[in-house]
């Protein structure tokens, strides 16, 4: 059992430090954004028809709400051994805290730029700050903040999701 | 097509409500089309025997894209957001109806000349609220403004 207090350097050193840099493996696309307009019924022209979106928009561009879409690795890729998660940098600070469990706290999206279809995001994860050990309902452990960060193809900032989380363990931290 | 215009939208002003079906298809077509693979939106089996859930449910982005079409419902192509936070309480399982109701709590015109609405929204399942979301909304100022096509320096969300 970890009863130390004290954040680990390995921690305090991703603090701000851009994390798992890549370039999305799937455009932005119309196909995906009728899927999701679908499930949820929008009618908004603009994502149904490209000669309205293009003389409204002056581009097809995808729904705000999709940004998370664009950066989420495949399933399985030929040159991949293994799964990769959508954000990989909470999962190791799950592991480097020995901290198994954990929940979204709170979570907000700022959208810079949008979305224009056939274009690959790039994304980075930036760990923002990590709390003190603090005991909830849940168990004790730490909150912390990420940010998931979108860039287009010209490296405009296209928009950041924040990641508020609280990850806990069973015994006392 | 509604297009709303900044001047006709007051602080205090309630949105019309949204209900809709959420069926065992809905759930999944929505964490697939975010690429979403968590079983837990797709696999009843593992939601439940597995992770303790009733069902399987309804994904963040999913979520997001709920909201994102209700406000366009009200403002029609031009809307534009800038900015999204949620507190989720419950999950929204397959199988329940969900409602969605909004109001405008504050509205401002910034530096940049560009038209803001703030809007609490509340997604819930009967009388339970599930999730809460407060949006900075951008409106068209006037008939030749489109949010969509301010950027830079003109686009502050």
């Given amino acids: ?173 | 097509m509604n297009n709303l215009i900044f001047s006709q939208v007051e602080v205090g002003s309630r949105l019309a409500v949204l209900e809709f079906d959420i069926t065992t298809t809905v759930v999944i077509a929505g964490a697939l089309a975010n690429r979403d693979y968590s079983q837990l939106h797709h696999d009843r089996g593992y939601a439940q025997e597995e992770a303790g859930h009733k069902d399987i449910f309804v994904n963040t982005q999913h979520q997001a894209a709920f909201f994102e079409r209700y406000l366009y419902d009200w403002s029609g192509s031009l809307g534009r957001m800038g900015r999204m936070n949620f507190a989720m309480k419950n999950v929204v399982y397959a199988g329940e109806r969900i409602s969605i109701e909004g109001h405008v709590c504050e509205t401002d015109i910034d530096a940049q000349g560009c038209a803001w609405a703030k809007l609490k929204l509340t997604l819930s399942v009967g009388s339970s609220v599930s999730t809460e979301c407060e949006v900075k909304y951008a409106l068209a100022i006037d008939e030749n403004d489109n949010p969509w096509l301010r950027q830079g320096k003109d686009w502050k969300p």
Avoid at chain 1, 15 to 22: E, H, L
Avoid at chain 1, 85 to 113: G, W
């Fill in chain 1, 1 to 173: 059992m970890n009863t130390s207090t004290a954040v680990p350097p390995e921690v305090i050193n991703l603090i701000d430090i851009p994390q798992y840099c890549v370039i999305s493996d799937i455009e932005v696309n119309t196909a995906s954004i009728r899927t999701m307009c679908a499930a949820v019924q929008n009618s908004n022209p603009v994502y149904w028809d490209r000669d309205v979106a293009l003389e409204k928009m002056g581009a097809q561009l995808a729904p705000a709400s999709m940004l998370a879409t664009w950066g989420r690795p495949e399933l399985w890729a030929p040159s991949r051994d293994e799964e990769l998660r959508a954000l990989q940098l909470h999962f190791d600070l799950k592991e480097l805290l020995n901290l198994p469990f954990s929940i979204v706290a709170s979570f907000e999206t700022v959208f810079y730029a949008p979305a224009v279809v056939g274009d690959l995001l790039r994304t980075q994860q930036v760990l923002k700050s990590i709390g003190e050990t603090k005991k909830t309902r849940l168990g004790s452990g730490r909150f912390w903040t990420i940010e998931m960060e979108y860039f287009d193809s010209t490296d405009q900032l296209v928009g950041v999701d924040i990641f508020n989380f609280f990850a806990y363990g069973n015994q006392e931290y």
